[in-house]
């Protein structure tokens, strides 16, 4: 699976970070959450979900691979 990240839509409120702290940081310049290395690794998988779930401004969205 993988997440993608819209920066432009982003409003740096910091759930995603807060969810799934092993996927996301924020930037140290505006707050805003940086792209998680992808694929996200397995162990992982129900973070990013969360983290996708928790985004108020839908800045982020998984894509499921086979």
Do not use: K, W
Not at 8 to 37: K, R, W, Y
């Amino acid at each position: 699976m993988r997440i993608n990240l819209d920066r432009n839509v982003c409003q740096g409120h910091g759930l995603c970070q807060m969810n799934a702290p092993h996927l996301f940081t924020l930037s140290e310049e505006d707050g805003l959450a940086i792209q998680p290395s992808n694929p996200i690794p397995q162990e992982y998988e129900e973070e990013g979900r969360l983290a996708v779930a928790s985004c108020p401004e839908f800045a982020l969205s998984l894509i499921e691979e086979d």
